[in-house]
């Protein structure tokens, strides 16, 4: 059927009818269309074939979800208490082909027996009476489904919780955010506790500030709370509220009461679950989501309308505030995060192409390892065709820039070309690992997130020691636990101990914290110091305790200020809650309080916690921070984010990684050798039509930019030119400088970052202008392809012919033979030029500001 | 051929421009914007109605407020000083006789006379972001108004930076700072017409027939498939990459810097600011900037800083506010004059105060001190509700008598006046944190 009933029927076909069609044979009948639509016997003769062959996919049954004491299938969201409850229908449809559908939005529903319930088309039932009701939801091709509901408490008063219902709706409706009344100084003298964490002290402002004067008891609609919300008295914050609405109405209600706080003992949220978690979804589907909160006496309420939605990718799918997802016209997968009263869950959806559905095992490639089996698994699973492998040229330069920062040289271009041994690859990938330019470029990498930062304008010892420990630890490839349990203990000074350098860097406790939980648990625990952040777990009890690991860090002074040493006091180690004042006991994240002897450092039991193999967090970290660096995009994105909110775009391949990197006893060589000789690594960056679309599936290599200090590199490879760093010895390569303090526009303007802050993000890779014109123009850049020594220089005084030349130009350059028409267009180049050496310079020019040099690909 | 080399960039100072690249070595490039930024720009510059900008001109030192836009005529004459007030256009509000021509266009502006929150330090830092320095140094510090408009505008025409900081390097270095970046990154700096940036957009050692043939040879080669790049990097580069080499062939702002290019009477109405005196460690009174501030912002920039004088009257104080006041009635009174009759008065917002005020009881060498009790702002354009002189001192000028205005509060109506709903826009810092702008509101008198 697919799209040909829409075509076919589309006067009479309203609605769902066309959706159900198109649900039906799928997207690829819907890409086969999209060249041919232009032809009305094209049309026709599409209509024909796919209508004949097509036998199902229509709407064959209806079910009603809600449906008590079936948890296990569905949800038992089918009470509704009190006048002020709410709750969601969630309507399926089943189709022919097995396949379901979210069909709330497009049944008509009925009530029996009247006067009990209402429901409007969105399935949002309220309650009119007490008793049972029976809800019927019917399609237009006239399929059922029956629910049961129970209204009870409707003529029971019952005061309104200030807590649990009022305050609630201060979030949904954005008045306690950063930006109004939620910050610090709060908004024109009224202020809420940030996202309604502090319940207490907002009814204490609301009540009792300003002489009392934002209630009114006589006249509840004109408390000024009300006035304000809904704009009738002039509001900096616009309209909140519609008088016509269930919140205004709770609210007038609530202060009528008399606003009561609430018996203080009311059942607390204790968890929120969303329903359904998971679907696979067609492109530009939707999906109705219904939120359930449970609470402390185990009793369940549905949230749906007070819970607060967001889509973790906008361009994928956006969701409404109550809660209705919209797929946009993308394949893949997305999640949108529900959150409630400091709960948070998400909902996921696989949105397949179902290109491969037809495939044979075989047409898949030979997993080599996990990474292979679970990246594939998933491509599966979606029906994207994974990309072909690429070939040698490709993969050398790929992998010669990922592991050892730099363009591969002639030597090893030829080279490379003319080994015919089977295990050639792995072989590279060993010497890379083995060769001094990856200790020099990942030290590179981890000196900037450890914040080796000089202080002032000269380099400081200091920064070298640490910078070469780094690099020593790399290339002597220290286990990483061991890497990192030397860090987080140092002691001493930091010339006799050079990760004690650390611990000068990032110079307060909650800098600390903050920084290696981010650094080796992939956790931002910053907003926990101040508050319970809405996207994450951690509470400000859990940011206290992890910070009590570090209470105890000291320094002295033997005589040289500038020299400190670093120690651990002897005394219990404890850090005390910020709103509480309760002194805590040190506690990993999720983890078990611990009690620490006071002549033991802190810091060795934090180790233990982090580096132990059933810490959830610290292998997971760094394998996909590691494969965010080779594969262009972590699997968790950000990859230092890894929140609860943020699930991984693959978790099976991120555990198997994980697991493997445990086992392997934290050997990152290992790591890095398994990502590298994996044939998902290996893939073309080349798309076609089918995985063209795919962002985060990894069906192919993502090209990839190269960083400022590796370009940089790169140009002077290629020009035989050298960019001098003060303090430095002369040819002092960019990758290998210890630190981010020299002074280089170039570096600059491609975004080196300042380590100033223990996030990758700190490196900007956007594109700029100014980028674009320091390559395009500079003095720096005319210099190198003009000097004496230079390139252009050499090939205009070399005897061969230019097709020669030219061809060991592109190896040079790019790793690769020229195309025919790229040679040719040189050639005609040089040719038409009577100075041959500006004429080399221009060919120069013309390689390194080629899209192809500034990526790896 | 090419006509833009040389001398398009004017420093009235005399300092050389060798002298220049050394100190702005460090300063950050042209227009140094993003891809979506680009595609914004590309939006918005078929959008017919003028874009909203501020000329942020910063008195170094501090002016006394109590000579300049309030006259404390009920003062004992230690503390009075020399001046008297004059009527201005607007019945009820006088300011200083010095400012003779500003008088006459009171309508069109407004005087804070209670300007509260200074921290105290001879820098520009608050005037340019509404923040102490020392806040979120740890990130980098707080981005500066220009950078923040940089972040959340991007650029009006893709090859005229958003924000241009005209301040030329002052051997006391903190009044020179056009305002910072912060934690936003250099790409969002102040384009300063002195660095390498700048060196840039203008062809360097090759002509333009030659640049024209590598490019051709460039489009010939340059052929790997841009659709594969899932960040949109290289199409955001090709994209930048054809302004640039456009940029190359014709520039807007390197045409807007010359002010050979400008109808010389109206060079002559802003007047150049010479002699300049009571310069020492400070800026020159250099006139010249607020006419390059209005022909930049017609080119597309949104925010110009600059900083004129140095106003820190430790001795002399009477004779200092003459020569600057009157050099700045004449300038910054041809730039409203000028705004006005462009018709770009209510889109562009002129601020002009300095970091503190200064102290009531004039000195032995007939100077004032610093004093951060109380400070003053004038502010005219911008869609304001001018004609207005909002707070007052009390009687010795010592602090604040009615509606103290903190300095993030004038900060805040710059946003406003830009655009920016300061309660609820925020900018995302490298550790995940939303920032918002400033922490005041704006001024309600004025918006």
Redesign the interface.
């Known amino acids: 059927m697919s799209r040909c009933c829409m075509l076919s029927t589309s006067s009479s076909g309203r609605g769902r009818l066309t959706i159900a069609g198109r649900r039906g044979a799928g997207h690829r009948s819907q890409r086969r269309h999209r060249g041919m639509i232009a032809h009305p016997f094209k049309i026709a003769l599409l209509v024909l074939l796919l209508c004949g062959n097509a036998s199902a996919s229509e709407l064959v049954s209806l079910r009603i979800e809600n449906q008590a004491g079936d948890e296990a299938k569905s949800f038992a969201a089918t009470t509704l208490v009190g006048r002020d409850a709410r709750l969601q229908l969630l309507v399926t449809g089943e189709l022919s082909d097995g396949s379901q559908l979210d069909w709330t939005h497009q049944v008509n529903y009925a009530a029996e027996p009247p006067g009990i319930a209402d429901i409007n088309d969105s399935g949002l039932v309220t309650p009119l009476a007490n008793g049972s009701v029976t809800i019927t939801a019917k399609s237009e091709n006239g399929k059922a489904a029956q629910a049961t509901l129970q209204v009870t408490g409707f003529d029971q008063n019952a005061a309104v919780s200030f807590p649990s219902q009022v305050a609630p709706i201060f979030t949904k409706l954005g008045c306690n955010g950063?930006?109004?009344h939620g910050?610090?100084?709060g908004?024109?003298g009224f202020k809420l506790s940030l996202l309604g964490f502090e319940p207490q002290a907002d009814y204490e402002r609301l009540i009792k500030e300003s002489r009392s004067r934002r209630m009114s008891l006589a006249a509840p609609d004109q408390s000024l709370l009300l006035l304000k919300a809904t704009n009738v008295s002039p509001h900096?914050?616009g309209q909140r509220l519609d008088r016509d609405s269930h919140e205004y109405r709770l609210i007038r209600r609530w202060i009528s009461q008399g606003m009561p706080y609430g018996s203080g003992d009311e059942p607390q949220v204790v968890s929120i679950d969303v329903f359904p978690d998971q679907r696979r979804l067609g492109k530009t589907d939707s999906q109705q989501l219904a939120v359930v909160a449970t609470y402390s006496d185990d009793s369940t309420e549905d949230v749906t309308q007070a819970t607060v939605y967001e889509s973790n990718d906008t361009e994928m799918a956006d969701v409404t505030p109550s809660g209705l997802v919209k797929l946009q016209n993308m394949v893949g997968d997305v999640a949108v995060m529900a959150r409630y009263q400091g709960h948070v869950t998400a909902f996921r959806a696989d949105i397949p192409l179902g290109a491969t559905d037809n495939w044979t095992e075989d047409q898949w490639p030979e997993p080599r390892n996990v990474i292979d089996q679970f990246v594939y698994q998933k491509l599966k699973s979606l029906g994207i065709p994974p990309a072909p492998e690429c070939d040698d040229a490709t993969y050398l330069r790929r992998v010669t820039l990922d592991i050892a920062g730099r363009l591969p040289t002639l030597a090893e271009v030829q080279q490379f070309q003319q080994d015919t041994r089977e295990n050639k690859r792995e072989t590279l990938v060993d010497r890379l690992l083995d060769s001094d330019d990856y200790a020099h470029y990942f030290a590179r990498k981890w000196s900037t997130i450890l914040r080796n930062r000089r202080t002032s304008g000269s380099l400081q010892l200091p920064n070298l020691a640490f910078h070469r420990w780094i690099r020593e630890s790399i290339r002597e490839n220290k286990p990483y636990d061991l890497f990192v349990r030397e860090l987080m203990t140092a002691s001493g000074s930091m010339i006799s101990n050079p990760p004690v350098a650390w611990f000068k860097q990032v110079?307060d406790t909650n800098?600390r914290v903050?920084d290696a939980a981010q650094l080796f648990l992939g956790q931002?625990i910053?907003?926990a110091r101040c508050h319970h952040h809405p996207y994450e777990k951690w509470s400000q009890k859990n940011y206290a305790q992890l910070s009590a690991f570090f209470t105890l860090v000291s320094t002295k002074t033997n005589g040289d200020p500038n020299e400190p040493a670093f120690f651990s006091r002897v005394g219990g180690a404890a850090a005390r809650h910020p709103k509480t004042n309760q002194s805590l006991p040190p506690a990993g994240l999720d983890s078990a309080e611990l009690s620490v002897p006071s002549t033991d450092d802190p810091r060795v039991h934090l180790a233990d916690w982090m580096t132990d193999p059933e810490n959830p967090f610290f292998a997971r970290s760094l394998a996909n921070r590691y494969w965010k660096h080779f594969m262009?995009?972590g699997i968790v994105e950000p990859e230092d984010?890894m929140r609860v909110t943020n699930p991984p775009s693959n978790p099976e391949l991120l555990d198997a990684m994980a697991q493997s990197f445990v086992e392997s006893g934290y050997d990152i060589k290992s790591l890095v050798r398994m990502i590298c000789r994996s044939r998902v690594y290996s893939s073309a960056?080349?798309?076609n039509e089918d995985n063209?679309g795919d962002?985060r599936s990894y069906s192919?290599f993502?090209?990839k930019?190269l960083q400022a200090e590796v370009l940089l590199d790169a140009v002077n490879q290629v020009t035989l030119s050298t960019t001098p760093f003060a303090g430095m010895p002369a040819g002092t390569r960019a990758i290998e400088l210890p630190d981010t303090g020299f002074?280089s526009?170039f570096l600059?303007?491609f975004?080196e970052?300042?380590s100033?802050?223990a996030?990758e993000?700190?490196r900007?890779?956007?594109?700029?202008?100014?980028?674009?014109?320091?390559l395009?123009?500079?003095?720096?850049?005319?210099k190198k392809l003009?000097a004496d020594g230079g390139r252009a220089a050499k090939l205009a005084a070399d005897g061969r012919s230019d097709e020669d030349k030219v061809r060991e130009l592109y190896l040079i350059a790019l790793s690769r033979q020229p195309q025919p028409?790229?040679l040719t267009?040189?050639i005609n180049?040089l040719a038409a030029k009577e100075n041959k050496r500006?004429a080399y310079e221009?060919?120069v020019?013309?390689?390194v500001?080629?899209?192809?040099f500034?990526?790896n690909? | 051929m090419l006509t833009i080399l040389g001398k398009a960039s004017r420093y009235c100072d005399g300092v050389s421009r060798r002298g220049f690249l050394r100190i702005g070595?460090?300063s950050?490039?042209?227009?140094?914007?993003?891809?979506a930024d680009l595609y914004r720009a590309e939006a918005a510059s078929s959008d017919p109605r003028p874009h909203k900008a501020l000329i942020n001109i910063f008195l170094a030192g501090g002016p006394p407020h109590q000579d300049m836009w309030e006259i404390k005529t009920e003062a004992p004459s230690e503390i009075r000083g020399e001046f008297r007030p004059i009527k201005t256009n607007v019945p009820g509000i006088e300011i200083c006789e010095v400012f003779k021509n500003l008088a006459g266009l009171m309508d069109k502006a407004a005087v804070i006379r209670s300007v509260v929150g200074c921290r105290g330090g001879h820098d520009a830092y608050q005037c340019m972001s509404g923040w102490e320095q020392n806040s979120l140094q740890?990130?980098?510090g707080r981005p500066s108004i220009g950078s923040s408009i940089s972040k959340l505008y991007g650029p009006v025409d893709?090859?005229v930076p958003p924000f241009i900081g005209l301040a030329q390097p002052t051997k006391h270095g903190p009044w020179a700072h056009p305002g910072k970046a912060g934690?936003l990154?250099?790409?969002h700096g102040p384009f300063k017409p002195d660095?390498?940036?700048m060196?840039?957009?203008t062809?360097?050692?090759?002509s333009i027939d030659?640049?024209s043939?590598?490019r051709k040879?460039?489009q010939?080669?340059?052929t790997?498939?841009?659709?594969?790049?899932?960040?949109g990097?290289?199409e955001?580069?090709?994209?930048?990459?054809q302004?640039?080499?456009d940029?190359?062939t014709s520039s807007k702002l390197v045409d807007a810097l010359d002010l050979s290019k400008e109808d010389p009477k109206i060079v002559q109405r802003y007047g150049d600011g010479k002699p300049y005196q009571y310069q020492y460690d400070g800026a020159p009174t250099c006139n010249e900037q607020l006419l390059m501030a209005r022909r930049l912002i017609e080119a597309g920039a949104r925010v110009v800083s600059l900083s004129y004088g140095r106003w820190d009257s430790h001795g002399q104080n009477f004779d200092l506010v003459r020569d600057h006041g009157g050099k700045l009635d004449q300038c910054l009174s041809a730039l409203i004059e000028d705004l006005d009759s462009r018709g770009m008065l209510d889109d562009v917002t002129i601020a002009v105060w300095g970091e503190f005020g200064r102290t009531p009881k004039i000195n032995k060498n007939a100077g004032r001190d610093h004093w951060n009790r109380v400070s003053c702002a004038y502010l005219a354009g911008g869609g304001m509700r001018t004609g207005q002189a909002i707070g007052a001192t009390n009687r010795l000028g010592e602090e604040p008598s009615e509606r103290p205005v903190h300095m993030q509060e004038v900060v805040a109506t710059l946003y406003h006046n830009l655009g920016i709903d300061?309660?609820?826009?925020?900018i995302v810092d490298?550790?995940?944190?939303?920032q918002?702008l400033v922490?005041h509101?704006p001024i309600g008198e004025l918006i």
Request: with cysteine; aromatic share 6%; proline share 5%.
């Open positions: 950063g930006g109004c910050k610090a100084s908004q024109n900096g914050g110079p800098q903050e931002r910053q907003c262009g995009r984010d960056a080349d798309a063209l962002r192919r993502y090209p930019r002074s526009y600059d303007v975004g970052p300042n100033a802050t996030c993000c700190e900007s890779q956007e594109a700029n202008l100014a980028q674009s014109l320091h395009l123009n500079s003095d720096e850049m005319q003009a028409a790229e267009a040189a180049y500006e221009d060919v020019w013309t390689l500001n080629s899209k192809e500034m990526f690909h | 070595g460090l950050m490039g042209a227009g140094a914007f993003t891809l740890s990130i980098g893709p090859s934690f990154g250099s790409a660095g390498p940036g060196a840039n957009m062809l360097n050692g090759i030659r640049l043939d590598r040879l460039l010939e080669v340059d790997l498939r841009r659709d594969i790049d899932i960040t990097t290289m955001g580069m090709d994209a930048f990459g302004r640039a080499l940029v190359l300061t309660s609820s826009v925020a490298p550790t995940g944190r939303p918002y922490d509101e």
